[in-house]
């Protein structure tokens, strides 16, 4: 075993280098390596083509993205969102000064459950804020409705929703607003990167001159911070989205082949694609049911580990959980999501995964 390289959960996407070499070598010449050059300009009329949207915005990463767009919205008091997601997204609030109320998941796909929401509406409820866990797209129509009807913004953190299609819509161009990440180990990255998408154009205009200090021109309007992507990020967005498509065919591959050797194994769960959805196979997460599957989460992610694979628990501990929150730590009013913690793992997949790669990863699951 010692021999074989270790088997990572993921692997960036990279292009070839000469391609990437290539894509730069203008810059040694202009010398303009940030504050929209041109790459940043390039990548970010080609991303709004290959997405189907309008009003995208680059930014340095995704997490700055969805803070920007919290105040360009001008969101304010309490926001209702899911535990069940990455640390960034309730941390963009709570940095932001707003309040996280935690709303349940459905158990099936993992994504905020728009039959718990109403009840968690008071006249601070500002924003929902839903995330597109794995890729697995939100009940964005029930939660528009809901929206509507109480007059609250709706912002999509759509961090794992690249490209990904509900009857032929982009999920980026779900809601008031959502938030792209373009982090290394996204489907999609520029190293480190991210973007916002807006239903509104001038909130586009805005959100630039946030990203840049609040500068019109060089007059500084309003506190802005910096969130700007540099040029040779951009470059690398430009190359790895000429390959985007091979890189998601990949990924589906080993999709397939992960579902088709597990189907029939008893206890392990694994989520469907939703209907109508093109996914984009970001991640492949399974719930280990302990009690059907006679053995815990973790003893399987040990027993891959002790093989040379390395699967993640994928989101554990919840958003909610974190100790900052001290006293108002409550997981019990969200089982759904403590449940999915508790027991999900994402096992690898990554562009180059080979298929002799996941049967041996399935055999491990399987014969444990
Ligand atoms: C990756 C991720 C983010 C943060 O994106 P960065 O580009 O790494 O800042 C936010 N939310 C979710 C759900 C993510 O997976």
Known sequence: MSMKKRIEVTRPSMPPIEEYIDEIKGLWKSRMLTNNGEKHLELEKKLSEYLGVENLCLAVNGHQALECIIDVMGIKGEVITTP???ASTVNALVRRSLIPVFCDIKADDFTLDPEKIEPLITEKTSAVMPVHV????????KIEKIAQ???LKVIYDAAHAFGVTKNGVSAASFGDAAMLSFHATKVFNSVEGGAAV???KKNKALFEQLKNFGLNKEEPEFFGGNAKMNELS?????????HIEDSISARKRAAMRYRENLADVKGIYIPPEGDGVKSNYAYFPIIVQPEKFGASRDSVIDELSKNGIGARRYFYPLASENKAFGENRNTLKTPNALYASRNVLCL????GLTDEEVDMICKIVRYF
Not at 234 to 242: S, V
């Open 84 to 86: 069940f997601t990455f």
């Open 134 to 141: 794995y890729g697995s797209l939100c009940d964005d129509e």
């Open 149 to 151: 009807k109480y007059s």
């Open 198 to 200: 807006f239903k509104d």
């Open 234 to 242: 951009a470059a690398m967005g430009l190359c790895n989205l000429r």
């Open 348 to 351: 690898p997949i990554y562009e």
